[in-house]
């Protein structure tokens, strides 16, 4: 029996080879008539197309690429999920690239998708990305991106990211609230959109509650642990410390627990702790984490679907549009009221 393919299908209905592939693939040019009659007979013969040579005649990769700047966060292992969760709906395959905050790398990543490798790319920014060249020579590529978390404000792109500056007033109005009047805030980078947004956000709430804004007070953190444990000590370690801490990454909420530890401070009698997490274990924390807690998952579905969206049509430039997700306060024990 001769091998069920496109010639076949053709053959049998009369139709050119390229009506026929583009009939399979519902093209707009194609009748519905003539999109009936492919696909009745393709489901009686059992066709089945040869994904490898379809993506061939289509230059498709059938493969998106995720930059992300670290994977212990457990916000982006979550938001992978939610990525991956489109790409298999529409049988992509995933690529999971990690910079490990280092602009140069992030740069060489991109250098390296640039040769066709991926149909697209969804990104969330190193933690030195204020160089955006290599950003810029992607889309000049013509490659689709998509930010999501982190994003760049100079890429005209889809960007997906959570309410920053009313989360960061929200997380500082809790802390207040239950007390504290001298709140730290524990920075990871000074550079990025997010961080900005969420420090504005803090600086207003201590504004508007009428507290002092001590400059001390802003911890500057970076991808070294063992720099920003030596931070934190510093600042724990002041006969004028802080009674109250914001911390705008997980990591470093969890190395605020181990200086409360180390310097017998009690939380959250001595020092209230609030940060932005997706660990599912901050309820397992003693005491349990308060957390601003981002719908990653979410975050992550329309991040790709904004993706998909573009490789559906390549003809068309994509929106520069922002789409915001609104993040959670979680309250639990680490910022009780004494």
Known sequence: MNQVNLKRLAQELNLAVSTVSRALSDSYDISEETKKKVLALAKKLNYQPNPFARSLRNRSSKTIAVILPEIANNYFSVAINGIEDVAQANNYHVLIYITHENLQKEADIVKLLLNGRVDGILMSLSGGSEDTGHLKELQDSKVPVVFFDRVS??????????????????????????????????????????????????????????????????????????????????????????????????????????????????????????????????????????????????????????????????????????????????????????
């Open 153 to 338: 404000d100079t890429i005209e792109t889809v960007k997906v990211i959570t309410n920053n500056f009313e989360s960061g007033y929200l997380a500082t109005s809790h802390l207040i609230t239950r007390g504290s009047q001298k709140i730290a805030y524990l920075t990871f980078s000074g550079d990025l959109s997010i961080e900005q947004q969420r420090m504005k956000g803090y600086m207003e709430s201590v504004t508007n509650r009428g507290l002092q804004h001590r400059e001390e007070f802003i911890v500057r953190c970076n991808n070294n642990s063992e720099e920003n444990y030596q931070k934190i000590m510093e600042l724990f370690s002041a006969d004028d410390r802080p009674d109250g801490v914001f911390a705008s990454v997980e990591s470093l909420a969890i190395l605020a627990y181990e200086v409360c530890s180390e310097l017998n401070l009690r939380i959250p009698e001595d020092v209230k702790i609030v940060g932005f997490s997706n660990l599912r274990t901050a309820s397992l924390l003693s005491p349990a984490l308060t957390t601003i807690t981002q719908p990653a998952f979410n975050m992550g579905q329309e991040a790709a679907k904004a993706l998909f969206e573009a490789l559906e049509k390549p003809h068309v430039k994509m929106e520069n549009r922002t789409i915001v997700l609104r993040s959670n306060l979680i309250e639990r024990r680490s910022t009780a009221s004494n």
